[in-house]
């Protein structure tokens, strides 16, 4: 497989990531802002493979790699934020409330995003939408790593 297949096939899958994410979004299920935060480098690995047809060097292949480990590692946070392994932010997730006054906590709970970082609105296999990502987004950089190491 050449340089150039591998990175349609990389730039290819965060496409089809990113328009999962959308059609998950139009079923109903709206995204937090951890969610949102993983698009993006989808997004930028798209452009990226497109530029790459035009300026097919290691460099921009590298760049690809960048942005699919980084959503992908996005995911893993999100994914142990979602399974209580650590605690996200607290915009998006209930935090520690046990110092709190009354008054506090209403305040917290009227300012908290409708939909919560911490929650898992979906899974597949016992996994999220998060973790799947993750899995997904750092084999696709792995892709990259590949189209970067083969010679022209």
């Known amino acids: 497989m050449s340089r150039a297949h591998i990175v349609v096939t990389a730039a290819g899958g965060s496409a089809l990531l990113l ?10 299920y709206p995204p937090c802002q951890m969610c949102i935060w993983q698009r993006w ?3 930028f690995a798209f452009v990226i493979g497109i530029a790459f047809l035009v300026i097919p060097s290691r460099i921009v292949a590298l760049l690809g790699a960048l942005a699919a480990a980084t959503t992908g590692l996005i995911g893993v946070y999100h994914a142990g934020v979602e399974q209580k ?3 996200g ?4 997730s ?5 110092n709190l006054t009354p008054e506090q906590l209403l305040e917290q709970i009227m300012a908290a995003p409708l939909v919560r970082c911490d929650e898992i609105p979906w899974a597949l296999a016992g996994i999220s ?6 899995i997904i987004s750092l084999f ?3 892709l990259w790593i590949v189209a970067a190491r083969r010679s022209a």
């Not at 328009?19 to 109903?28: D, E, N, P, R, S």
């Not at 209930?94 to 046990?98: H, M, N």
């Open 41 to 43: 480098p989808h997004a």
């Open 89 to 92: 932010p607290t915009a998006c």
């Open 94 to 98: 209930s935090g520690d409330i046990s």
């Open 85 to 87: 392994w650590w605690e």
């Open 140 to 142: 696709l950089a792995g």
């Open 19 to 28: 328009a999962g994410a959308f059609i998950f979004q139009m079923l109903g």
């Open 129 to 134: 939408m998060a973790g799947w990502n993750a």
